[in-house]
């Protein structure tokens, strides 16, 4: 069974940097390649970055680049956000995602919420 | 940048039809994927490729695409279909950008 589970949320200060992790089980993690996805409190969906399978391809939307980097460990089947000059409108459930051919997102983590406030 | 229109709301009574709109320029000419979101839970895929729908997803749940819209359809509408509903299409022409639709909330009276 496919499983994306989500950790490392929590309150963290304007400014502040706080680093998300997606643990990847129930297939082959080297094999695909992973999308986050934020939603704001009582707001619509946002994609926030890519990572292709090998990491040689990754792409953020506009309002997170310069400031959120995404990675992965293959060896750990694992896929990392690192969040960094965080703002209060960065405040949001984050979402790993497993995006397939086409761009669909066939599998979705429980989401952490990142609240940034002081 | 793409944009994705929906309406913000839709109700229908149980054993009706709804339907939800996409609308986004030459949409027809893109996959269009579409998601359930139940209050505090994560997004379910329920159709993708315009009308395909992943195993497990009643046959209730359909989708076309063509010109500048969208559309899922519920059919028959239960109680435990009442949820947002968010279009979404994978935008290669802006750096690999996923673009999802605005939401609706589907209220079942």
């Known amino acids: 069974e496919v499983q994306l589970v989500e950790s490392g949320g929590g309150l963290v200060q304007p400014g502040g940097s706080l680093r998300l992790s997606c643990a990847a089980t129930?297939?082959?993690?080297?094999?695909?390649?992973m999308n986050w996805v934020r939603q704001a409190p009582g707001k619509g969906l946002e994609w926030v970055s890519y990572?292709?399978?090998?990491?040689?391809?990754?792409y953020y939307a506009d309002s997170v680049k310069g400031r959120f980097t995404i990675s992965r460990d293959n060896a750990k089947n694992s896929l990392y956000l690192q969040m960094n000059s965080l703002r209060a409108e960065d405040t949001a459930v984050y979402y790993c995602?497993?995006?397939?051919?086409?761009?669909?997102?066939?599998?979705w983590g429980q989401g952490t919420l990142v609240t940034v406030s002081s | 940048s793409y944009v994705l229109t929906q309406p913000p709301s839709v109700s229908v009574a149980p054993g009706q039809t709804a339907r939800i709109t996409c609308g986004g320029n030459?949409?027809?000419?893109?996959?269009v994927h579409w998601y359930q979101q139940k209050p505090g839970q994560a997004p379910v895929l329920v159709v993708y490729d315009d009308s395909d729908r992943p195993s497990g997803i009643p046959e209730r749940f359909s989708g076309s695409n063509s010109g500048n819209t969208a559309t899922l359809t519920i059919s028959r509408v239960e109680a435990g279909d009442e949820a947002d509903y968010y279009c979404?299409?994978?935008?290669?022409?802006?750096?690999?950008?996923?673009?999802f639709g605005t939401g609706t909330k589907v209220t079942v009276l």
């Open positions: 979404q299409v994978w935008d290669s022409s802006s750096d690999h950008h996923y673009v």
């Open positions: 995602a497993r995006p397939l051919f086409g761009g669909f997102q066939d599998y």
């Open positions: 990572i292709s399978s090998s990491s040689s391809s990754i």
């Open positions: 030459d949409i027809g000419s893109k996959s």
């Open positions: 129930g297939f082959t993690f080297s094999n695909y390649n």
